[in-house]
Structure formats: structure tokens, C-alpha cells
């Protein structure tokens, strides 16, 4: 038999390492250079640069220093020009270079600012975090003592003059001019005019009737109150102040404070009418009267007679019986032709306007009046007492009449509120009292319009408003 053959095992081969180029274990197979040699200090990039030179230098090429390059420039094609030419040159060289630092002047003196105050923030810089002008002076002066907030207010005092110092500066001559405001007075000038040409003029005759009256009621709500009230005065004047008046001068009427009262009211009622009609007479020309004297002149004429009312009021029964012609029955009756009576008349008047004064005269008379009244109403009634006593005596043998239940037959229907029987009006209180109770349960929102000065209702100690948590 023939053996097999051993296969011979191959020595195994060491895996290489990589190493990074600042790895120390990278370097350690290399030889050492020597100190003195110039591997030692220079890399391969001088090595190249060094051999470069060498080969110069073999050519016969002369090693020269920047500092001789720009000692020795050699002038290349040199121009034969006079003094003045060159002078000229320069001249405009040097206004050329002044218009391009004057363009490129802001440009380039930012960036030296720049680069001068790159460690320095920027007198304008606003900063980068929002909550300091978003702050109050209130919380941050609390845990401070009163030097540092004195220093800190000659601070703001200070940055505030600079402001105002560089806003200054800005300003020009042309700023201080009237020419500006000239401009401005111009302009509002033209916008007028345009206005007044914009204006729309309505024509009144294509209108119905409906439409007139809306766009009136809209120009003047005030007009058709006003055309009520001159027809209410003028009537009142006609049927009762004037003929009053006529009393007064006829002598019907004596001097005092009545005749004082009816000669007001008769110049009151006037000179008010009088404005009314000079305010129609503009409305007919379609003049503007908003801002007119004239409104202001009808209020305060309105107003006057408003005060008389009280006065009309107490003084009406008495003006009403001399309206009707019927004599005061608080006048002694006296016979005709007799001069005893004409005597103590007379002595009577002379004793009475000096004892008394008009207004308890007027006040006597009222109540006389109303004495008179009240007796009439008693007669009245009893009057009608004794009608229905006779008519119970001539119908004794009738039918009685049904009772107040009968006639109604509500029958066992239950009592019910009032209030249901509106439900408009049910669901309104309804909704009145769930208000009330929901102020109980949230507090209302109340944003604060003003600085804070307590609270507008009293606080209980008792009651806890919490939140319900959903």
C-alpha cells in the first residue's frame, strides 16, 4: 500500500498593523536620524524646495531677497513725460482716489469699526434676549437697595441724552424750514378740493315719497319733532297765551308775578318758534345745520320751557277760568251804585296785595277748586246710589244672577302662575336666575383696564373658588 503524503503546514505570517501618522508605534521599525544632519529638522516639502535652490544656484542664477526686489524694480518701457504731465497725473489719481474712499467710505469704515470693536457690542445693538424689553420696572426693583436703582435710573438718564444728542445731529437747516409745513398746508388744500368735487348730488324729484322720508329721518332725525313742536307752541300761543296777554294789558289781570309769568311765557314761545323757522328755512335750502348757532340757540329755549312747566302745572286751573270767561266766587258779591261797598272793595284789594303774595292767592284759589270738586263727585255718587236702590226695589221678583264661579267654570282646573302664562317671558326670569347662579360657580373675566385699587365687592373668607378639573 502506498502511504498518503503529510501535507506540509505553511509557517502562518503575522498580520500588519495600521497605524495613524500620529501614532508613535508607527515610527518604531525606522532608523534614527542623526541630530546634526538636516533630516532631522526638515521634512520632505523643504527637502524639494532646498534641492530647487541648489539647482538655481548651480546655473548660476543669484539668490535675491524680497527687501532688494522692492528696492531694485526695474523700470520696464519708461514714458518721456514732462514735469506738469506727471504733476496733472497725480492731481487726478488723487481726486479719483478721494470719490472712491468718499463711495466705498461707509463700506470700509464699518468694517474697520468691525474688526476695531469686534470684543465691544454696538451702541445700537438692541441684544439678543427678549425678556429685557419685555420687563416692568416694578419686579426688578424690589430686592434692589436705592444706590443701585439711582445709579441705574442716571443710566437711562444718560442714554436718553445720547439719543436725543444723535437724533440732533442728523438734523439739517432744510429740517428747521417752513417750506416743509407750507408743503403739508398744500396737500390738505388739494384734498379738500377733491372732496368737494367727489360730493354726490342727490336728485330729489326721481325719490318716492317712502324714500324721502328715510333719507330725511337719516340727514336730520331731529327735523319732524321740531315741525310738531312749532305747530303744539303756535297753537298754544294763539288759544291761550295771547288772549291772557290781552287780559294783562286790558288790566283783567293785575300787575304782579302772574302778568311777569304770561309775558315770559309769551316771548319764550316767540323767539323759539322764530328759531325753528329760520332752521326750516335752511333745511328748504339744503344747508348744512349740524354745527349751526341755531341748534344750540333752540336747546337752550327748550330748555326754558321746560323749566315753566312746573310753574304751567300748578298755575292751570286758574288759567283755564279766565280762559272761560267765569268769575272767581272768592270775590265779595256787592250791589250796584253803592259807594260804601266800592270803598271797602277797594280797601279790601289794597289790604290783600300787601298782606299777601300772589302765589297763596293762587294756592287759595286751587284748593277752593278742588274743595268744589270733591263735592260734585259726592253728589255724583250719591246720586247713583239711590238710582240702583230703586231699581233693586222694581226688580225684587226677578232671577238672581250667577256667581262669579259659574260664569268662569273653571271647575277642578289647578291654580297656575302668572308667569306661565307667557313662556317668552317664563324662559327670560329662567334665564336671569341662571346667571345669578353661574356668578356663584366661575368668576367672571374682568381684564384690567387700569391699575389695580382693591376689590369692587367684599371678600368672604368662607367661600373657596376652585376649578373643576375636566
Known sequence: MVRARRAVKKPRTKKQQ????????????????????????????????????????ARGVPEISDEEDEDKA??????????????????????EDDDDDEEDGTDMESDLEGKKDD??????????????????DYATKKGKSLEEIEAEDKEEEDEATKIQKRLAAKLSEEDYDLNLLE??????????????????????????????????????????????DFKAKLTELRDEVQPLVKMVKNGRIPPGKGANYI????????????????????????????????????????NLINELGAVDARLAPQLRQLLSGEKPDRLPKRLPGSKHTKLTEKAGLEEAEESESDEEANLRFYNAMAEKQKL??????????????????????????????????????????????????????KFRRAQIRRKGQVREVRHEEA???????????GVKRSVKLK
Not at 121 to 131: C, E, F, M, R, S
Not at 199 to 207: A, C, Q
Not at 401 to 407: A, D, F, K, Q, V
Open 183 to 228: 408743503e403739508f398746508v398744500v396737500d390738505a388744500e388739494v384734498e379738500k378740493e377733491v372732496k368737494k368735487e367727489e360730493r354726490i348730488v342727490k336728485d330729489l324729484k326721481t325719490l318716492s315719497q317712502k324714500e324721502k322720508l328715510k333719507l330725511l329721518k337719516k340727514e336730520s332725525p331731529e327735523l319732524l319733532e321740531l315741525i310738531q
Open 119 to 136: 470684543d465691544l457690542p454696538n451702541d445700537l445693538a438692541w441684544g439678543n434676549k427678549k425678556k429685557i424689553f419685555y420687563d416692568t
Open 376 to 429: 260734585k263727585r259726592k253728589k255724583s255718587e250719591m246720586q247713583n246710589e239711590d238710582k240702583l236702590e230703586e231699581n233693586e226695589e222694581m226688580e225684587g221678583d226677578a232671577k238672581r244672577r250667577i256667581t262669579y264661579e259659574m260664569s268662569k267654570n273653571k271647575g277642578l282646573t289647578p291654580k297656575r302662575k302668572k308667569i306661565d302664562r307667557n313662556p317668552r317671558v317664563k324662559h327670560r326670569e
Open 451 to 461: 391699575r389695580y385699587s382693591g376689590e369692587w365687592s367684599g371678600i368672604r373668607a
Open 74 to 95: 526695474v523700470e520696464v518701457m519708461p514714458l518721456t513725460l514732462s514735469e506738469s504731465d506727471e504733476d496733472d497725473d497725480e492731481e487726478k489719481e488723487e481726486e
Open 263 to 302: 309775558i315770559t311765557k309769551q316771548q319764550l314761545y316767540l323767539n323759539y318758534c322764530t328759531n325753528i323757522s329760520f332752521y326750516l328755512v335752511l333745511k328748504a335750502k339744503r344747508i348744512p345745520a349740524h354745527n349751526h348757532p341755531v341748534i344750540e340757540r333752540l336747546l337752550t329755549y327748550r
Open 18 to 57: 495600521e497605524y495613524d501618522s500620529d501614532d508613535p508605534e508607527a515610527y518604531t521599525n525606522e532608523a534614527i536620524p542623526d541630530k546634526k544632519s538636516s533630516s532631522y529638522v526638515e521634512d520632505k516639502v523643504d527637502e524639494f524646495h532646498n534641492e530647487k535652490i541648489s539647482k538655481l544656484l
